[in-house]
């Protein structure tokens, strides 16, 4: 499944739910899922309940993933969590860059480029996300502005690991505030990044790359998001804290 372009939905349920509400959720989840032999569902908690979702998902195909790590393996970093931990409890995944740690915690491309390096050197996968916040989208230097993160934190990697790599393109502008990038405008971006890669790589590695749209996907939107040509699924933000929602969006997919 990891190695082909197989539809992904993917749930960031960013800094929500107590344990007890992740729970219910999670049981909800799994009760309404579709058959997963041809779509790939990743889930990713709060750090405090991964344990948990690892447990849930024994025996499933869901994936479990982190919604971000450290980019050192180890050390004086109070509060922070690495990537080590996350493999010893069996993490999968783990999100990179999410517009949320750039805007807010001031991550830098240098300092994503280490997280994708730490991630890929334990074994895990990451799921990188770029995209612009509304200027750059208004001044219509969009496409610059994410080839620059594409350039300054992942093209360092040779053509096989980007191909284990997930990237989520995340119009900022989109993302919590109801609007949603048009499917034209999600497929331009999507193909202009896979366009990025054949430049950088060649065609087999950029046809063989996923690309996920995230920016405010919802039960009504995602069947045609997700039938756009270089649209390999979803980065799922507040639509996968309810149940019955995101099963919708997983079915779009499936």
């Known amino acids: 499944m990891d190695n082909i372009r197989t539809k992904t939905v993917a749930a960031n349920w960013k800094m929500n739910t107590s344990l007890e509400e992740a729970e219910k959720l999670m049981d909800q989840i799994l009760t309404g899922l579709p058959d997963l032999s041809k779509c790939n569902v990743i889930i990713a908690p709060p750090f405090t309940h991964l344990p948990m979702l690892k447990m849930k998902t024994k025996g499933t195909p869901v994936h479990t993933c982190a919604q971000n790590c450290h980019q050192e393996i180890s050390g004086a970093f109070t509060g922070e969590v ?13 999100i990179v860059g999410h517009s949320e740690r750039r805007q807010l915690f001031h991550e830098t491309n240098e300092v994503i480029k280490l997280k994708v390096n730490a991630v890929l050197g334990s074994g895990l996968i990451p799921i990188f996300c770029c995209g612009e916040p509304l200027d750059i989208r208004q001044s219509e230097t969009h496409n610059i502005y994410v080839r620059t993160q594409l350039e300054e934190s992942l093209f360092h990697l040779d053509a096989e690991v980007i191909e284990k790599i997930y990237i989520a393109y995340e119009p900022i502008w989109a993302i919590g505030t109801g609007v949603t990038a048009s499917p034209e405008q999600a497929q331009e971006m999507h193909n202009y990044i896979r366009d990025q890669i054949a430049v950088r790589y060649d065609k087999v590695v950029s046809e063989l790359t996923r690309i996920l749209y ?31 929602s995101f099963i919708d969006i997983v079915n779009s997919a499936c």
């Open 214 to 244: 995230g920016g405010s996907i919802k039960a009504d939107n995602a069947r045609l998001l997700f039938s756009q040509e270089d649209v390999d699924g979803g980065l799922v933000g507040g639509a996968s804290l309810n149940a019955a």
């Open 82 to 94: 690495s990537v080590e931990m996350l493999k010893s409890l069996g993490i999968e995944y783990v």
